[in-house]
């Protein structure tokens, strides 16, 4: 609604212009899915270099704005295939968020919650945690640990709300992988969040 | 008296319940995959019997529900980004895309 109408009525628009109008949203855009400033600015360059080329096809039709961040999804998904095609999924990536001390008792009902590291009742609603950008501090920070594919997995799967099918391809994985990853990022970020948000939110 | 007994049964029903149903490890699994693929009857009536007798299961699916929804609520205002706490755009990257764009605008 905001967006400039300079573009619509010049044929050759100064295209550096785009890298303070859009730059910012399309970097954070990146990062947010990739966790890789470097990655993160590869893909946001592509994309501008890409705009570039095929700009008279867009010819100032919707938002521009729209449109780049378009362009810059292929790009973060060609980034996750390039990755994934050089170095191929090893047996025991991730493994050590298996997390069995969850579940290792010293009584007779093992492999059922550990006293110490069972879940919870949280209180909260999503509309009133999307308001908090602490909130979203802590969750990219319970994130990171995880092992680049699994986060990306997770982050494709949540965030952009992908089909399995279109995450196998991207990370060149099968879908039984898939599955154990979200696993292990589910059980590590609900723990993750419990100590570090939700566990604190109700002490202080 | 009776109350007792009433509890001494219950207790009885899902200690007999929860040694034969598959363990908390396996049913979070079962959950996750839940969120994934629709779950054959047998594993929709065991999941439900565990989350009969096991409260902290009963969290942890709650707990999941949560941060999906939290998420996806925040995907869907992804046009409120510029206004989020992620880094911006470094200088550096920034003056160097400028630098690429003007070049190829001859």
Not at chain 1, 59 to 62: I, L, N, P, S, T
Not at chain 1, 159 to 162: C, E, I, M, Y
């Given at each position: 609604m905001s967006e400039p109408q300079r573009t619509l009525q010049s044929?050759?628009?100064?295209?550096?212009a785009w890298v303070d109008l859009h730059g910012d949203y399309l970097y954070k855009y990146a990062i947010f899915r990739l966790r890789d400033g470097s990655a993160a600015e590869d893909c946001v360059q592509e994309t501008f270099l890409a705009a570039l080329k095929a700009y008279r096809g867009f010819?100032?039709?919707?938002s521009e704005r729209t449109w780049l961040v378009g362009i810059l999804k292929h790009k973060v998904t060609d980034h996750f295939r390039r990755v994934t095609r050089e170095a191929p999924i090893g047996e025991?990536?991730?493994?050590?968020?298996?997390?069995n001390e969850f579940f290792?008792?010293?009584?007779?009902?093992?492999?059922?919650?550990?006293a110490d590291y069972a879940p919870s009742e949280w209180h909260a609603t999503p509309s009133e945690l999307v308001e908090r950008s602490d909130f979203w501090k802590v969750l990219n920070d319970c994130l990171s640990p995880l092992p680049g594919r699994t986060a990306s997995a997770f982050t494709l799967r949540e965030?952009?709300?992908?089909t399995s099918e279109q995450i196998c391809e991207a990370l060149n994985i099968t879908v039984s992988n898939l599955w154990v990853m979200l696993h292990r990022a589910r059980l590590h970020l609900r723990n993750c969040l419990e100590i570090n948000w939700f566990t604190k939110e109700t002490t202080s | 008296m009776a109350l007792k007994a009433y509890d001494k049964t219950k207790h009885a029903v899902r200690y007999w319940l929860l040694r034969r149903l598959p363990t908390c490890k396996q049913t979070v699994k079962v959950i996750s995959e839940s969120m994934e693929r629709k779950l054959s009857l047998r594993e929709r009536i065991t999941v439900k019997l565990h989350l009969w007798i096991c409260l902290w299961c009963v969290w942890y699916l709650e707990n999941m529900e949560l941060m999906r929804d939290t998420i996806r609520t925040k995907a869907s205002q992804e046009p409120n980004l510029d206004s989020s706490s992620l880094p911006p755009l470094s200088a550096e990257a920034r003056e160097r895309m400028k630098l690429r764009l003007s070049q190829r605008n001859d």
């Open positions: 044929q050759s628009p100064d295209f550096s010819e100032g039709r919707g025991t990536e991730g493994e050590e968020f298996e997390h290792t008792r010293t009584d007779e009902w093992s492999n059922h919650w550990n965030v952009d709300g992908l | -």
